[in-house]
Each structure stands twice: as structure tokens, then as C-alpha cells.
């Protein structure tokens, strides 16, 4: 049964820094792997998909990389910003059976 | 504009009184599914549906039913709720199969609180 583990669960860091997070799974047989931001009270948001074969995917200041040996996935921010504050979640599997990361929640600090 | 929507959005209930949280997306989407958030335990899958009329069981489907009559809607039914299912529910959908189209797209969120 596919494991997805997310460490650390909090993180805090100032306004201006480069960050990582980052996200571990058991099971490397998975379809991709999706990064999502979720705001208090307010549903999930998809920030990146990378499917199993491709190595990275990046969106504006954000870069997801997958290294499916390793069972290892990371979202690279940069040059953080106090809107970056959010939960960020990981989920490996496919559309129809994702297994979630419980989230680290990121507080950029202006 | 392209969403996912969810109602009630808040929800006070007693035990056993069934309830039926609605889910509809404008974007054609072929799959669906139904998540529970719960402190400590993340993002939860309940059912699945690939499809008009064809359903799953997600990891924690114990409690719930759902139906899938029409591609747009897929509504969440607690035949007899009780406490245990107090949760922050959220409905989800994608394209279909393949690269972007997993992309998946939530709603806002049902709270429910059983008494």
C-alpha cells in the first residue's frame, strides 16, 4: 500500500529565501506525482504534475523534481514571498487513486 | 468560469438523519472523486468514479455512497452519519487518463459536524 510522507510538517523561514520541500513515498510504481497548495479553509489548488518518466516540471518560481529510485519528490521555491504562506501538499499514484502527504505548512515571514 | 462546486458548504447534522453533500463540475471532466480531511491524517480518498455509472471504492468508503448519473454530478450520500464522520469533505475532478489531464481540480470544501 502506497505511503506518502512529508517532513518537516511545519516550516518557517524569512521573506527573500530559496526553499525545499519535500516529499517521500514506499511504492515507486506510481503514474506521477502532484504538488498542491491549500489555504486556510479554502479547498486545493494544483501547482505541478510530474509524470513518472519526466525528471521535473516548473511553473513560474516553483520546480518540482521526481526521482522515483529513491522514491523522492521535492518543490523548490524561490525567492519566497509572504503570499507563498500556505499547506503544501504532495500526492503520488494517478487521477482516479491518489494517496496525499499529510503537509508541511509553510509561514514565510515578511 | 471553470470549477468545482460543493453544497452545502457548512453542515450541522444529528446522528442517523441521512444528508446528501452535492458535487458538480462544468469542465466535462470524466473522473470524480470524494476526499475526507481529518487532523492527523491528511487527504483521505472515499470513492472514485471513472465514469457515468461506474463507481469505486476509495481507501475509507465504510459509511458513504455516491452515484454518478450524469457526467457533472456526483453527490455524497451518509445514509445514517454518525460522529466519527464529522470531516472536512472535498470533491474532486480531472480530465481522464494521461499526463495533464490527471490534473486534478478541488472544490471548496462540505464541513460537517454530526452530532
Known amino acids: 500500500k502506497q505511503e506518502v510522507t512529508q517532513i518537516p510538517a511545519a516550516l518557517s523561514v524569512p521573506e527573500g529565501e530559496n526553499l525545499v520541500l519535500n516529499c517521500s513515498f514506499t511504492d515507486s510504481a506510481i503514474y506521477n506525482l502532484q504538488w498542491f497548495r491549500q489555504d486556510p479553509g479554502k479547498g486545493l489548488t494544483s501547482l505541478l504534475l510530474i509524470q513518472s518518466s519526466q525528471r521535473e516540471q516548473t511553473s513560474g518560481r516553483l520546480n518540482a523534481s521526481l526521482d522515483k529510485s529513491s522514491g523522492r519528490s521535492t518543490l523548490y521555491i524561490a525567492a519566497s514571498q509572504p503570499g507563498d504562506s500556505a499547506t503544501y501538499l504532495c500526492?503520488?499514484?494517478?487521477?482516479?487513486?491518489?494517496?496525499f502527504g499529510q503537509g508541511t505548512r509553510l509561514t514565510i515571514n515578511p | 468560469e471553470a470549477q468545482v462546486t460543493q453544497n452545502p458548504r457548512y453542515l450541522i447534522t444529528v446522528t442517523g438523519k441521512k444528508l446528501t453533500v452535492t458535487c458538480s463540475q462544468n469542465m466535462n471532466h470524466e473522473y470524480m472523486s470524494w476526499y475526507r480531511q481529518d487532523p492527523g491524517l491528511g487527504l483521505r480518498q472515499i470513492y472514485y468514479?471513472?465514469?457515468?455509472?461506474?463507481?469505486d471504492k476509495g481507501d475509507v468508503p465504510e459509511g458513504y455512497k455516491v452515484s454518478r448519473k450524469e457526467k457533472r454530478n456526483f453527490p455524497l450520500i451518509l445514509e445514517s452519519p454518525s460522529p466519527n464522520q464529522t470531516s472536512l469533505y472535498f470533491c474532486a475532478s480531472s480530465l481522464g487518463a494521461g499526463v495533464i489531464r490527471e490534473t486534478q481540480y478541488f472544490g471548496p470544501g462540505t464541513r460537517l459536524l454530526v452530532l
Open positions: 468514479s471513472m465514469n457515468v455509472e461506474v463507481t
Open positions: 500526492a503520488a499514484g494517478r487521477a482516479q487513486k491518489l494517496v
